[in-house]
């Protein structure tokens, strides 16, 4: 079993950057496909990006492709979400998860792991 921690989170203007960390417990983190999900008020949550255990393999949805970079570091037991050119669209509660495979995932029912989720604020 593996714990997430997110941090990161804040207010940022419209074309603003901030970079997300997802920490995480345990030796086994190298194990886990990771992947990226955000929820907005009165919206399903969505996948942003995934990424395979190695890191050699990403995906991320068309909505940030071009603005957002999706990277782990399995010495350090972290996954990390590079986010530019925000964009108010871009406000959501962000949260890390992991699914126990080895190939990256895009279906949320696929993550076993969650955590608790850290909020962006994407000011017009």
């Excluded at 997802?22 to 030796?27: F, T």
């Excluded at 393999?57 to 990390?80: H, L, P």
Aim: proline share 2%; net charge positive; with cysteine.
């Amino acid at each position: 079993q593996v714990q997430l921690v997110e941090s990161g989170g804040g207010l940022v203007q419209a074309g603003g950057s901030l970079r997300l960390a997802c920490a995480a417990s345990g030796p086994t983190f190298s194990t886990y496909a990771m992947g990226w999900f955000r929820q907005a008020p009165g919206k399903e949550r969505e996948l942003v990006a995934a990424i395979s255990r190695s890191g050699r393999n990403t995906y991320y949805a068309d909505s940030v492709k071009g603005r957002f970079t999706i990277s782990r570091d399995n010495a350090k037991n972290t996954m990390y979400l590079q986010m530019n050119s925000l964009k108010p669209e871009d406000t959501a509660v962000y949260f890390c998860a992991a699914a126990s495979s080895i190939m990256l995932h895009t279906t949320l029912a696929k993550y076993d792991f969650w955590g608790q989720g850290t909020q962006v604020t994407v000011s017009s």
